[in-house]
């Protein structure tokens, strides 16, 4: 079965630093893995696709890396600004076949300005 | 282009009353999901169209919940009839079948259902 976890569950930083995100999973026979944000009150923001075959994605200020060997993604922010705070989610397919995502808790994100 | 839209945005029923909750997904996007959160737990899977078929549904609670997609275009998801742990944010989702194995999901704002 399936089951993501994510570390920090909170996180609190001044404006202009860099930081990283965690997250894990347990079965390793996934095809992608994708990172969201979610803002109080509204849905899920896509931010990056990382597939299988790939080891990392970049997106502007973001950057997600992928270990599925040991079963672990990074979310890196560089230069994170007040703008960024949020709740950050990963999600991976419940198995190697299904769309279905499992979510991890999400990691709480404060940025001080 | 539009984003996957949902409607309500709030809902606020009493038990045992029934409530529909409707998805429009992306225009051409052939996979539609719907996945719920429940206060203080994690967003759950409930169930996966493609086109108009049931692909995945075993995220269902229970046969209080049935999801249509007629058409293979919007959905809808009701609860009949509906109990106070039903509460919670319902959201879509949809992805298109390209580029290969991409799946990349794009989620709706949510619906909050309030069962009183």
């Known amino acids: 079965k399936q089951e993501v976890t994510q570390i920090p569950a909170a996180l609190s930083v001044p404006e202009g630093e860099n930081l990283v995100l965690n997250c894990s999973f347990t079965?390793?026979?996934?095809?992608?893995l994708q990172w969201f944000r979610q803002d109080p009150g509204k849905g899920l923001t896509s931010l990056l696709l990382?597939?299988?075959?790939?080891r990392e994605q970049t997106s502007g200020r973001l950057n997600a890396s992928l270990d599925k060997s040991s079963g672990r993604s990074t979310l890196y922010i560089a230069a994170s600004q007040p703008g960024d705070s949020a709740t950050y989610l990963c999600a991976v397919p419940r198995d190697n076949y299904g769309q279905n995502f499992v979510f991890g808790p999400g990691t709480r994100l404060s940025v001080l300005p | 282009e539009a984003g996957v839209t949902q409607f309500p945005s709030h809902s606020v029923i009493e038990k045992g009353q029934t409530v529909t909750l409707r998805c429009d997904p992306i225009?051409?996007?052939?996979?539609l999901y719907w996945y719920r959160r429940v206060m203080g737990k994690e967003i759950k899977f409930l169930l996966h169209f493609v086109k108009e078929s049931k692909q995945d549904e075993s995220g269902m609670p229970n046969n209080r919940f049935l999801a249509e997609r007629t058409g293979g275009t919007y959905s809808t998801l009701k609860v009949q009839p509906a109990e106070l742990e039903d509460s919670g944010v319902y959201f879509c989702a949809s992805s298109q079948d390209w580029p290969m194995n991409s799946y990349e999901q794009y989620f709706g704002p949510g619906t909050r259902l309030t069962v009183t």
């Open positions: 079965d390793s026979a996934i095809y992608n």
């Open positions: 990382i597939q299988s075959s790939q």
């Open positions: 225009s051409g996007h052939d996979n």
